[in-house]
């Protein structure tokens, strides 16, 4: 739990990641959506923001 509160900064795919040391969440969490192809293969479609 240490660790994972000292989490600032972490550069990501698609954000950079910042811990809430009290509660353990992800500070202005971001996220992608994934397309899947006819291939199978997932490729980036958007990144997605917290209002």
Known sequence: AK???ATKG?????ATL???PKDH???NKAGIILKVGDDLK???????EPK
Do not use: G, S
Not at 10 to 14: A, G, Q
Not at 42 to 48: D, E, L, N
């Open 18 to 20: 910042t811990i809430n």
């Open 42 to 48: 997932a490729k980036f479609f958007q990144k997605v």
């Open 10 to 14: 972490l550069k990501l795919n698609h």
């Open 25 to 27: 969440n992800p500070l």
């Open 3 to 5: 660790a994972l509160e």
